[in-house]
């Protein structure tokens, strides 16, 4: 179901967005809930080993001389409590508590991974409505050209193969911008999908692909994002876990304790006893359980050995991505659309006076069309690289989440 601020507002920012969709989305509740079943595993291995409680009676009757000795019963009472090895215990303590670890840097890499796959929809949406628009102009700009080429053609001016042309090239407009229309509508539907419903069909966002963007240095990035990076973290808790489980498997080793009382009452007798059962591990030492898991810790610090080296190795591609689309937008934004902008200007009005064809005047119209396309998507590339990076160091809106 919508959330109020879903249905209170048509228009979000990216920031609001990013909010929505962490809240609603499914994917982070089950995150939330694997926390919780962490925390009880907590408790489970915190918890003392139960007294257990035995209780037989039967009837007594004598072997010898039956008839001389009246039939009685008996009865047997026996407690017994486990006495647990410290070392166990506090091994099996110290392995579930990383595991609530682990499942805290588990929760942060879902949102954010899911916060960064939200903003690069939200960027995409925009670049298809920003794509539809210049492509609905150059329809209308195409419809003007045809316009103009039937007068001529008219009044024979220009050959009727001129009049095919402009009417094959207003074919081609109208299909590319109802092509731009479908693909925005398939960005809208891939955002609601991300913020499974909250968001209403006809939601806007509040944003623009020319937004500008900061960064903290290379540098920098590169001594924080090992330390703060989601996975990382939860590969660390993980590879604690597994020597944990290393020690919890070597103190299983030590002899165990149980504590035994027991009372035996007949009709002549009562009897008290106190005992201990101890367990010796004579025969088996526990050899494949500690194999297993010092196999299981390597097993770990290799994942997390690799995984360091190569989100290092993703922070530097996205930061080499994020500089090639800086400098596209840069080049773009340094006056070449313009360039293009007059130099269509100049083609339009040299083919009315006749001093030009309709071929230049297209091939004019489409350098432009290819070059506000390309800077809108340089803009996106940059976005997109961006948020790559934030979501590399876990940069999101974190307020109201708890």
Known sequence: MPTPTAQSSQVLTIEELQRLGLKANGLVQAANFQIKAAEAGVIGASAYPNPQLTFMAGPQHARVVPQ??????????????????????????????????????????????????????????????????????????????????????????????EL?????????????????????????????????????????????????????????????????????????????RARLRINQERAAVLPSLTVLLSN??????????????????????????????????????????FRRFEIGQLLESAWQAKQIAQRRVDMFDGGLVREAENALEIAQAAYRFGERGLIEVLDTQRVLRGVRSDLLQARFDLQAAVAEIDRLRAYYPKEDLE
């Open 164 to 240: 095919v042309r402009a009417d094959t090239e207003v074919l081609a407009a109208a299909s590319r911008r109802e092509a731009a229309q479908l693909n925005a509508h398939r960005a809208r539907i891939a955002l609601r999908q991300l913020t499974a419903g909250a968001l209403q069909p006809d939601f806007q966002i509040q944003g623009s692909l020319a937004q500008p963007v900061s960064l903290p240095p290379l540098e920098e990035l590169r001594e924080t994002v090992p330390a703060v990076n989601p996975e990382i973290t939860r590969l660390e808790a993980e590879w604690n």
């Open 264 to 305: 035996f009452q007949e009709a002549q007798y009562t009897s008290n006893l106190a005992g201990l059962n101890v367990t010796i591990p004579l025969f088996y030492q526990r050899r494949g359980e500690i194999n297993a898991a010092v196999a299981d810790s390597e097993r770990a610090r290799g994942i997390l050995e």
């Open 68 to 161: 001389a000795l009246p039939a009685n019963s008996h009865r047997q009472f026996t407690i017994s409590q486990t006495i647990e090895n410290p070392f166990l215990r506090s091994a099996r303590i110290g392995s579930a508590e990383a595991g609530v670890d682990a499942s805290h840097a588990g929760l942060e890499q879902v949102r954010a991974d899911l916060a960064a796959q939200l903003r690069v929809a939200a960027y995409e949406l925009i670049l298809r409505q920003e794509v539809a628009r210049v492509e609905a102009s150059v329809s209308d700009l195409m419809e003007e050209i045809r316009r103009r080429v039937k007068v001529r053609v008219d009044v024979g001016e220009a050959p009727r193969f």
